[in-house]
């Protein structure tokens, strides 16, 4: 059973940082590209980045380009999302999600859901 569980939101302050972490479990992690979503109040939810399954490439939105970094360790069955110089803005719900093959059809997973808000 696929299962991807998010951790290390919270309150953060206007410039600080946070790392975002989700473990997965129930698929061959190593196999699969990882993304990151994210969800504010009131809007749809939007692609933050993708990292490839090694690792070697990555890819974000122009909003976060320069400010946040995504990461794996394929190890530890673990991608992360460390978000730097966050800004009200980034305020919202943090989804990690994978498209994993199961039988013959691509199933999309998402995890529960981490609350990041950034607010003095």
């Known amino acids: 059973q696929v299962q991807l569980v998010e951790s290390g939101g919270g309150l953060v302050q206007p410039g600080g940082s946070r790392r975002l972490s989700c473990a997965a479990s129930?698929?061959?992690?190593?196999?699969?590209?990882m993304r990151w979503y994210r969800q504010a109040p009131g809007k749809e939810r939007e692609l933050v980045a993708v990292?490839?399954?090694?690792?070697?490439?990555?890819n974000y939105v122009d909003s976060v380009k320069g400010r946040f970094t995504i990461s794996r360790d394929n190890a530890k069955n673990t991608v992360y999302l460390q978000m730097n110089r966050l800004k009200p803005e980034d305020t919202a719900v943090y989804y990690c999600?994978?498209?994993?093959?199961?039988?013959?059809?691509?199933?999309?997973?998402w995890g529960q859901g981490t609350q990041v808000t950034v607010s003095s």
């Open positions: 999600q994978a498209v994993v093959l199961v039988g013959f059809r691509l199933e999309n997973y």
């Open positions: 129930g698929f061959t992690f190593s196999s699969y590209a």
């Open positions: 990292i490839g399954s090694t690792g070697g490439s990555t």
